[in-house]
């Protein structure tokens, strides 16, 4: 198989007009040609492979040209330019700094520098990584760039620009380069395809931009690789299998089963990329950028921050309307936690698992948030009645148990179309228990979805209504001393962790009631600290005691009744709180407490 000329030497922009996405910084280049007021060094600024060896290359090329163009473009047939396009002209130097640190590479470059040019006007120095100088190479050179000959151009460039020193950046003409955007090399990767004879689909090529992330350099080895696989057959299907990425299907098929409630399908589905080689963690972030395009694509403004070929975005648009915006936040913020988590769980599997079932229950969850607001009174008949939620009720009509609330329910739904949906107050759960959601967020009555907050309290009492999709139906009963000796354990890791606030609200011995925790704390702080940590604490202690029903209830208190007692009036007090009539016997007999 014929090897193809590599992409990237190959069609290296050879004048201004040609460079990729960054006309922001060549035309000021030509301005400053045409008008003779270039600088004497440069700093280029930006991420790899987005042109700045390139920019500096064609520079030193135009400058040098004896015959330019109108439109300051090199002409590409003089001497100067000819020695340039063969790579021997003396007049360009590069320094390499992350390779050539040190003082003796500095020096022997300065001493070039002080030999004028023998043909054309300039010669051009640039250090490419200058950020990695070592120190006292900056020192050598900072002489030289303060007072350099009136022939010589330092080009600087970098990818850290924090890392540079004011005393040089204040020396320096600074241009930022840009990443390049998706479109762009895309683009520049079809050109390339048409002039090569390459056979291509667009959607490949925007995997393959996508996949570089803003570096056109990336983006053409890749490309270069694809093809001489491929035998010039550049298809979707054979890029997403050389660049081992997951298929965009993949992720639409799972967010519709995880708007259908169908759980079970999304473990199936994930099971399926697990068995294609792809790790849990590259799933689940790949996951919530699906999800983050979903959201981009919901908003008309929002749209252009998706940078996805034509036929692709279609299929965003169109699945982004079927989804609500409560639902994509909350499968957000379960997918950023899963990817928090994945790292330190003993069991990675599980942990994606688990997200995606929580996920699978989030419109029931919104649903049954919706149901009280419409009719309050109706809330406790729904607790009596309500059976934990299983997948086939879900999937067949969520709302079909509660036949008397029904017509109200669906008539909410259709409000949502032209005005702000009402915020949910409580979540009904089985067996009385309930979540409280923040009802000053209810009073306002505005809110089109629910504070994170409740987000989290959404997710977090989802997941007990669900045991038997998670983990079998034998859930271990709690045993108290196992319970506290968990809470013990995780205490200590807060502590372990410098988390003094943390530490502190677990040290509130909490109550454990069946499989309901209670904790009281004292004031705000206390309480957000704890609701932030929940559904991580949670998580330990259902693992660790084997009871995924075990929920956390946070309630505020002033904690009096805990009050230690200390003074003899404190003992007093206690008594007397216990049998009122020690007061009439403290009286009659004339007694009096010791100090
Ligand atoms: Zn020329």
Aim: some cysteine; hydrophobic content about 40%; aromatic content about 8%.
């Amino acid at each position: 198989m014929e090897n193809f000329v590599v992409s990237a030497r190959k069609y290296r922009p050879a004048t201004f007009e040609t460079v990729v996405g960054q006309s922001h910084i060549t035309s000021t280049l030509k301005n400053a040609i045409k008008n003779n007021q270039l600088a004497q060094a440069f700093l280029f600024c930006g991420p790899r492979g987005v042109g700045k060896t390139t920019c500096a290359r064609i520079l030193a090329k135009t400058i040098n040209c004896t015959s330019l163009s109108p439109s300051q473009e090199a002409c590409g047939t003089c001497e100067s330019c000819q020695s340039f396009s063969a790579g021997h002209s003396f007049n360009f130097h590069e320094l390499d700094a992350a390779s050539n640190n040190s003082v003796e590479d500095i020096r022997s470059l300065i001493d070039q520098v002080r030999i004028p040019p023998q043909a054309g006007k300039f010669k051009i120095y640039i250090i490419d990584e200058v950020h990695m100088l070592s120190q006292s190479a900056f020192n050598a050179f900072l002489k030289t760039l303060e007072e350099p000959p009136s022939y010589a151009i330092f080009i600087l460039a970098t990818t850290e620009k924090h890392k540079i020193l004011p005393t040089i950046l204040s020396r320096c003409q600074i241009f930022d380069f840009n990443r390049i955007s998706v479109d762009h090399i895309a683009s520049h990767l079809n050109t390339i395809a048409e002039r090569e004879g390459i056979t291509t689909e667009n959607d490949a090529l925007h995997i393959i931009a996508q996949k570089a992330d803003g570096g056109l350099r990336d983006a053409l080895s890749m490309f270069d690789q694809i093809v001489s696989f491929t035998n010039k057959q550049v298809s979707y299907k054979s890029v997403i299998a050389n660049l081992n990425i997951l298929d965009y299907d993949f992720y639409f098929k799972l967010v519709d089963h995880l708007q259908s409630s169908a759980g079970s399908d999304a473990l199936l589905l994930f099971n399926e990329v697990l068995n294609q080689g792809f790790d849990g963690n590259h799933f689940i972030n790949g996951l919530a950028e699906h999800l983050r395009n979903l959201l981009v694509s919901k908003e008309p403004r929002t749209v252009s921050l998706l940078e996805v070929s034509e036929n692709i975005k279609q299929k965003y648009l169109s699945q982004s309307q079927l989804c609500e915006t409560g639902f994509l936040l909350t499968a957000l913020n379960l997918a950023n936690t899963c990817d928090l988590n994945y790292k330190n769980s003993k069991n990675q599997r599980l942990q994606v698992e688990l997200a995606l079932l929580k996920m699978a229950h989030i419109n029931a969850a919104i649903q049954l948030a919706q149901v009280p607001l419409a009719n309050p009174t109706d809330s406790s008949d729904l607790n009596k009645k309500k059976t934990p939620i299983t997948k086939k009720e879900v999937e067949v009509k969520p709302t079909a148990k509660v036949t008397p609330i029904e017509p109200i329910a669906s008539s909410t739904s259709s409000i949502i179309q032209e005005a702000p949906r009402p915020s949910p107050i409580a979540i009904p759960k089985p067996l009385g228990k309930s979540i409280q959601i923040n009802p000053a967020h209810a009073a306002t009555g505005s809110l089109l979805i629910p504070s994170l907050n409740d987000i989290t309290a959404i997710a977090t009492g989802v997941e007990s209504n669900e045991p038997q999709l998670i983990k079998g139906d034998a859930q271990e009963k709690i045993k108290p001393e196992e319970f506290y000796a968990a809470w013990e354990e995780y205490k200590e890791k807060a502590k372990a962790a410098d988390k003094i606030n943390l530490y502190t609200v677990l040290n509130n011995e909490p109550k454990i009631e069946a499989e309901l925790i209670t904790v009281f704390v004292e004031n705000t702080a206390l309480e957000s600290t704890l609701q932030a940590e929940k559904i991580e604490l949670l998580n330990f202690l259902r693992t660790k005691l084997r009871n995924f029903n075990l929920n956390l209830e946070i309630k505020k208190a002033v904690l009096n009744h805990k009050r230690r007692i200390y003074t003899n009036k404190d003992k007093y007090a206690y008594l007397l709180d216990k049998n009122p009539i020690l007061a009439t016997f403290k009286d009659k007999f004339g007694l009096d407490l010791l100090p």
